[in-house]
């Protein structure tokens, strides 16, 4: 097993900061950013998250993956679909969950 330094305490905490930030920003919990929920903007909201922590603090795709209790393969989508949706439009400050906008709003009629 690894000898944690202070470093990684330090990481640590400023990892949990940036979580209770993103959640606090969607109007989630950190536990339910947690969790294996899907629900309004919380994909969103977990690859806010997931970027931040790579970006303001480097850590690896497994640390990410256990910090948010998914798979590293999981951020590592995550992480390359928000790269791609920022360089299609410019800027992404979030991933896109997938569904555009206009899907999410207009769900087809049932029996249509």
Known sequence: MKNLTIFDHLNS????????DVA?????????????RRGDK????????MHRLRTELKLSYPV?????????STVIYALKKHEKN????????????GMSAAATANPPLQGS
């Open 13 to 20: 905490l400023v990892a949990e900061d940036i979580l209770q």
């Open 24 to 36: 606090q920003k969607f109007g989630h919990t950190v536990e339910l950013l947690k969790s294996n």
């Open 42 to 49: 919380l994909p969103k909201a977990r690859c806010e998250a």
């Open 64 to 72: 990410i993956g256990q910090l948010l209790a998914k798979d590293h």
């Open 86 to 97: 920022s360089r299609a439009g410019g800027f992404a400050p979030v991933c896109n969950s």
